[in-house]
């Protein structure tokens, strides 16, 4: 069964549909379903879970959720030839790369979280971008020691050293069982012969057009009749195909040393201390032990340093196992103070001790353990406690917005989760001439100066300044949930900050709430990063809960919608997915 949920109105349809059918029984299982319809019965049979407006994607055998259909049917395509979950990830991961132009990329860098179904063992990928050897602590201040506005961001000296390519070569090389030629081909077709523009993509296009506009190599791609290419339009990416045939061809030699290093590095030659010839021959992927915990009876796998995701999502949802959160209620007063609180108490430590594990000593046993997690339970009270009366706690002993995300289950029951970024939209806006690819601005998620925040509002320290080599912190948590050894949920977002608060809210709706993935996507979302002191909520919080937390002393603050998950959950014997509605260009689809 393959589907696209490119709409909410669409769920809303069939839930109303749905409800018509089976009036007064919406709520009883199948099984007690008084006499149907043969069309009745098909649903109920298909869906076999408590009815609801909200419905997710459903199939057997293999899923793939993400932020494009494009992209999804690609995946689809390559599970249903007999790929596995790697072989379809990294199908997926090159094809997003010329349909998703402002998230997906073989420019930027990521992080996978892979479990091996045969050997029950599961592996985080580290595909991270890192500082090319001309960065230093001080590369983003003037002669005052002021953070010069932009550089970070939007010139040659943002770009950190791509590591997508090396990612997903080492990822298909190790447990693929396709060649890179067979699963780049759909991508390198998309590419050349180009694809209709949706009004999401002309959207960002346009709200980018002044940063991309400074880039002729990039208007010649992006723009059309002096301006950014326009719904209904179609973007052909030929010097993006040349790219990927030569990796096709090549592997990964062709991105760091061969014909597209040489001309990255010519790109950044005039600008002394940017990415060299040689950054690039050095790169190397990281496999690394996944960081793990528990909650209430499931295993969470996730990303380790240099991701903060991993090591704050088990330390929020250690201090909320303490409390009868459905007993509260979903997003009732009572459990979003709760929720904040905890998330403020996370993103206090963030900013004090995450880091590049290879570069400084992170606390990440200490940042994880149950017993941390009480001591700073302890802390949380009725009332809302302000940033400033905040501090780092002491987690020991110490251990010797765009982004994109994609899941994949396949019939095995391997499974992938990947986060990829070039950070902000677009990245640089640089494409590096005669390559068609975007180049990232991961250098900002560097702290530049520590105490000063990042395009996201992170505030950094010490452990996450800028350090030739070293890779950047970053919020992104590829995530999966593990009960009795096998995986039974792989979810993800993009985000920026709001990362690590979308996947823990993915995990506590269905842990604490027994959401299936549908009502999880559609449900709002609330967000607390500590510093700046405001709850964010997305617009439809209840206007009575929002007046109790203001009572609390919250300041409730209603900002634009967070995160875009995709996520897949195993049911049984069936694979349940969904595609956030924030994003309607996401899809997913099993078969």
Known sequence: MSNKNSS??????LGAALVALLGACAHQPTAQLPTQTAATQAVAAAYDHTLSVFHPVVAKNGMVSSEHHLASEIGLSILQQGGNAVDAAVAVGFALAVVLPNAGNIGGGGFMMYHDAASSQSVALDFRESAPAGAHRDLYLDAEGNVIDGKSLFTHYAVGVPGTVSGLEHALKKWGSMPLHRVMQPAIKLAENGFTVSETLAKVLAASADNMGQWPTTTAIFWRNGAPLKAGDTLVQKDL???????????SYAFYKGDIARRIAQEMQPYPGAITLNDLASYQSIERQPVRGTYRGYEIVTM???SSGGAHLIQILNILERWPLKEWGHNSA???????ESMKLAYADRAEYLGDPDFVEVPLAGLVSKRYAEELAQ??????????????GKPHPYESDQTTHYSIMDKQGNAVAVTYTLNTNFGTGIVAAGTGILLNNEMDDFSAKPGVANAYGLVGGEANAVAAGKRPLSSMTPTLLLKDGQPVLVTGSPGGARIITTVLQTVMNLVDYDMNPAESAAALRVHHQWTPDELRVEQGLNLDTTRLLEERGHKVSVKASMGRTQTVQREGDKLWGYSDPRNPDGSTLGY
Do not use: C, D, V
């Open 241 to 251: 195909a040349r790219s990927l045939r030569q990796i096709a061809k090549q592997g």
């Open 379 to 392: 802390r949380i009270t009725h009332t809302a406690t302000p940033a400033q009366a905040i501090k780092p």
């Open 8 to 13: 909410l109105s669409l769920r809303l349809t």
């Open 334 to 340: 009572q459990s979003i103070h709760h929720m904040a």
């Open 304 to 306: 380790p340093p240099p």
